[in-house]
């Protein structure tokens, strides 16, 4: 059964998206999960939810979610600022915040629909996770580069649960020795995966570790994209 937070109730939340999200929490057990292993690197993928339950949630989430604006829409990236390809936004417990490439991203309070899908990742994977970052991609443009979420503050025994909603789009992961030049180099094939409307990939320890992980440019494939990475942040 899911947990549903005290200062939640009926009147504020979206019915139709909960029911649903409730019900798929019910059947857990029907979710099959896809296993991707490599030197290192351990990834589980399935479809998580139905089509139609899939588009509910994003339309809602198209409704509902407020992206940052300002300062909160650069990187720093080898000591030069830059507007990230992308629209991001954090959501999570009281006090959370989320640092990387010279920006440290503060979570908003979670809202009964991100608190839903939290409680079925919960009764999926067994994990609590009280951090999500929301990348929404415009258009078959926006894109995020090769890079590792091996900050300190993250739970290393934790995996990042990522769900996928509207343009199929690659999730590709380089082994960091691939990524080297000269004799360091090693030959480790690189992996790729189609990322699917209603899906859910678990990057599992210790994959950020050693695999730098990226969603490259498909400007044929022009539809909007909204990616949640769920995270679990150790509070200091």
Request: hydrophobic share 35%; net charge positive; charged share 30%.
């Amino acid at each position: 059964m899911i947990v549903i937070a005290q200062n939640e109730t009926d009147e504020n939340r979206p019915p139709k998206c909960f029911r649903a999200l409730e019900q798929l929490a019910k059947n857990k057990a029907v979710v099959k999960m896809k296993k991707t292993t490599a030197e290192n690197l351990d990834l589980d993928y399935a479809v998580l939810m139905p089509g139609a339950v899939a588009d509910e949630l994003m339309r809602q989430l198209e409704d509902g979610v407020e992206y940052y604006e300002g300062a909160l829409t650069k990187v720093k990236v080898f000591g030069r600022w830059h507007e990230i390809p992308r629209q991001q936004v954090a959501y999570g417990d009281e006090g959370m915040k989320y640092a990387f490439s010279g920006t440290s991203l503060p979570a908003k309070p979670w809202t009964p629909l991100l608190n839903d899908v939290r409680n079925l990742l919960y009764e999926v994977t067994g994990f609590r996770y009280n951090f999500v970052l929301i990348n929404r991609y415009r258009n078959g443009k926006d894109h995020i580069g090769e890079h590792r979420d091996d900050e300190k503050e993250l739970d290393k025994n934790t995996p990042i649960a990522s769900v996928s909603l509207g343009q199929k789009r690659a999730f590709v992961v380089k082994h960091g020795d691939a990524r080297k030049k000269g004799p360091a180099r090693r030959d480790i094939q690189t992996v790729k995966l189609e990322l699917e409307h209603g899906s859910l990939l678990l990057m599992n320890p210790p994959t950020n570790e050693y695999w730098y992980h990226s969603v490259p440019p498909r400007k044929l494939e022009n539809g909007v994209r909204i990616n949640l990475t769920f995270r679990k942040i150790n509070k200091k």
